[in-house]
């Protein structure tokens, strides 16, 4: 919901720093493999029971998920590079709820297998959505200029990555924050369904 004014916010400092790493000879696909290990090391810090301390490399890994399309827009896009992208958000989405599972089974457990549904099944909505906008030709840049099209929805990156801080800055309420998390995320993934049999009509 808020990433269309977000991006808006950050793009125009990003897209500068962007320009800076090209010249330099960073490519894309480095920064984009760069915010997946400091997403994944996040994960692992908080696993070993410092979620405080995985803020900073969880918020720089972010940072870097920004940058990798601000230096491809810099040099050129390629499809693999958006497909890169979109694989290592997915993976990092994922591991962050499992650092909290692990750093607690028996109370996180529950919640986080709920949590991770729901990532997955926004997710097969998100991307079900992309491929079939991709097949009419459908363009948006409502959320910055993107390898996929993105749909809007009750949450976005932005929603979750505030969500992921209050995970970090308050670990002890994972549960009832990852229920009501998960469960507006079906709400979007419902919502996201809907909007696909309306522009995608059958027959």
Known sequence: MLDGAMRRLIDPPLNRLGQGLARKGVTADAVTLTGLVLGLSAAGVIALGAPGLALLPLLASRVADGLDGAVARATRKTD???????????????????G??????????????????????????????????ERRKMETAARGVKSLYFTGGLLEGTETIAFFVALCLFPGWF????????????????????LARKVFPAG
Do not use: E, M
Not at 80 to 98: K, Q
Not at 175 to 191: H, K
């Open 80 to 98: 693999f590079g958006g497909y890169l992208d979109i694989v290592c958000d997915f993976l990092f989405y994922g591991a962050v709820p499992l």
């Open 100 to 133: 909290f599972v692990v750093l607690d089974p028996t109370a996180n457990g529950a919640a986080g297998a709920f949590l991770l549904t729901s990532f997955y099944f926004n997710g097969a909505t998100f991307l079900g959505f992309a491929i079939l906008a």
């Open 175 to 194: 549960a009832p924050l990852a229920w009501g998390f998960g469960s507006l995320c079906f709400v979007t993934a419902v919502s996201r369904v809907l």
